[in-house]
T-cell receptor
Framework: SQKIEQNSEALNIQEGKTATLTCNYT??????LQWYRQDPGRGPVFLLL?????KEKRKERLKVTFDTTLKQSLFHITASQPADSATYLC?????????????FGRGTQLTVWP | KAGVTQTPRYLIKTRGQQVTLSCSPI?????VSWYQQTPGQGLQFLFE???????NKGNFPGRFSGRQFSNSRSEMNVSTLELGDSALYLC?????????????FGPGTRLTVL
């Protein structure tokens, strides 16, 4: 069966450290993988998109890697801040079922404490 | 540019009733996707509309339906509500609904079925 698994439901780290979130998938052929941030009571907000032929993408303190052999994406937040506390979702755009459809993991709730 | 808006933000209904939720996409966006978010299942795709046509559909029963108007605004309807329909319903708009299009989410409608 198809699955998208994010490493843990919750991750707690100290301010200034690097947070690393994992997204593993099975039985998908993703053309693209995206990461979103969701705050309580709000809709997800797009952060980064990485294509299957890209190994790494960066945006400010964020870095995403994509390994189609391991079927895994890693999402890093460097120099983390309490304001980074939120739920982070990975989402796949799978071949053959695009047209506005994303497949989401259940998310990892990140808490950055001072 | 105004973001995606959803109305109402909160709704309480009883079993057996029906409900209509509304979504206004970002100006110029022609694709609207709907998702259901629950703690147990995460974000699940309902359907996607483009130019007033449903192009893609998730695995939800026929009680869930939608439509899109010529101005790209969309509505979704749930008939014969069940307790399990309690969820956050999110709509997302994008330019064309392509797999690399960023999806911009609204704040959601929180539906509670009693």
């Amino acid at each position: 069966s198809q699955k998208i698994e994010q490493n843990s439901e919750a991750l707690n780290i100290q301010e200034g450290k690097t947070a690393t979130l994992t997204c593993n998938y099975t039985n998908y052929s993703p053309a693209y993988l995206q990461w979103y941030r969701q705050d309580p009571g709000r809709g997800p907000v797009f952060l980064l998109l990485i294509r299957e032929n890209e190994k790494e993408k960066r945006k400010e303190r964020l870095k995403v890697t994509f390994d189609t052999t391991l079927k895994q994406s890693l999402f890093h937040i460097t120099a983390s801040q309490p304001a980074d506390s939120a739920t982070y979702l990975c989402a796949l755009a799978s071949r053959g079922s695009t047209l506005g459809r994303l497949y989401f993991g259940r998310g990892t709730q990140l808490t950055v404490w001072p | 540019k105004a973001g995606v808006t959803q109305t109402p933000r909160y709704l309480i209904k009883t079993r057996g009733q029906q409900v209509t939720l509304s979504c206004s996409p970002i100006s110029g966006h022609r694709s609207v996707s709907w998702y259901q978010q629950t703690p147990g299942q995460g974000l699940q795709f309902l359907f996607e509309y483009f130019s007033e046509t449903q192009r893609n559909k998730g695995n939800f029963p026929g009680r869930f339906s939608g439509r899109q108007f010529s101005n790209s605004r969309s509505e979704m309807n749930v008939s014969t509500l069940e307790l399990g329909d309690s969820a956050l319903y999110l709509c997302a708009s994008s330019l064309e609904g392509g797999s690399t299009d960023t999806q911009y989410f609204g704040p959601g409608t929180r539906l509670t079925v009693l």
